[in-house]
């Protein structure tokens, strides 16, 4: 076992993952991590944190990681590299191992134009194929990335995403196999609609045995309105909308209804193809949700391994 994290086990033990999404207070508010972490115990095998997320500033990923292992819950806390250099992220990946944080995942990170700082100055030291490296130098080798020795070396479980429907679409799977290669243990994906065309991507991606190096869950972005869907077909880069969900949402009675009979639809179609090992919901300021989704899904309740 490369971290002993709970979400380590479910997938190393072959089970169908489920983590979510926690967003961070605008604020110095526990209290507030301390109930969307209760709304999602039991019905994730753990749980995101964002990482100043759409470069806007919140309560940083590593405190509200703490506050979730003192509640007995698991966080997977992100570590951009938009906003800290080579030596700070390493410090705060040493910081978070000692805290007792054993899942970490690599992003670049939004940039602060599209954020309610855009005059901050970026940093993109390195970027999220590199940090992966550092990660795993430093856990499997003991060292830090100029070669220095460590007294003890993090033990981590490495996240990655993806993006299965980004431009140049042929270059998303090279993209992955260099993250599996820099060392990443689990990947989590952009947000799944197009079904169709994510089982083309996975497709290519067992076709070249990636799915045996790494585990995959696919993005899950539960719904609440016509205008919610049509911001993420326009506006939302990466994103692939068909036309025929937003038709959907637009004729719905209960729109909020519809956006979960969309979700659980989705999610038995991805329970079916071959390589992927989990779902990741991220529910938009909709915690409450997460629940509903895995109890219909029939993914509750979560294995104890």
């Known amino acids: 076992m490369k971290a002993g994290s709970n979400l380590e086990r479910v ?6 993952a489920v983590t979510a999404e926690l967003g961070p207070p605008k604020g110095a508010d526990a209290e507030v991590v301390k109930k969307k972490g209760s709304l999602l115990r039991d019905c994730a095998d753990a749980i995101n944190i964002t990482d100043n997320q759409t470069a806007i500033a919140r309560m940083s990923s590593i405190a509200c990681g703490v506050i979730l292992n003192q509640l007995n819950l698991e966080p997977v806390i992100q570590v951009v590299c938009r906003d800290r250099n ?3 992220i390493q410090s705060d ?3 978070a191992a000692a805290l007792g944080i ?3 995942l690599c992003l670049s990170g939004d940039h602060q134009k599209f954020g309610n700082h855009p005059q901050a100055k970026n940093v993109y030291d ?3 194929i590199h940090l992966i490296q550092v990660l795993k130098k430093m856990r499997d080798e003991k ?8 007294t003890i070396e993090p033990k981590l479980y490495i996240g990655a995403v993806e993006n299965p429907y980004a431009d140049p679409y042929e270059f998303r799977v090279i993209r992955l196999a260099k993250k599996i290669r820099a060392g990443c243990d689990f990947v989590q994906t952009q947000g799944v609609f197009d079904v169709k065309k994510f089982k083309d991507w996975m497709k290519t991606i067992t076709d070249q045995g990636l799915d045996r190096k790494v585990h995959i869950l696919a993005g899950i972005i539960p719904i609440k309105s016509a205008g919610m869907v049509r911001y993420m077909r326009d506006y939302v880069s990466g994103v692939s909308v068909p036309e025929e969900i937003v038709t959907r949402m637009e004729n719905a009675k209960d729109p909020r209804q519809e956006g979960i009979n969309i979700c659980l639809e989705i999610i038995d179609e991805l329970k079916e193809i071959p390589g992927l090992h989990g779902i990741h919901i991220m529910a938009i300021a909709w915690e409450t949700v997460v629940r509903i989704i895995v109890d219909k899904a029939g993914l509750a309740p979560r294995p104890a391994v």
């Open 126 to 128: 390195i970027d999220a």
């Open 11 to 16: 997938l190393e033990s072959g089970q169908f």
């Open 93 to 95: 990946i040493l910081g």
């Open 102 to 104: 054993k899942n970490v």
């Open 143 to 150: 060292k830090l990335l100029e070669g220095d020795d460590l």
């Open 86 to 88: 080579r030596l700070a």
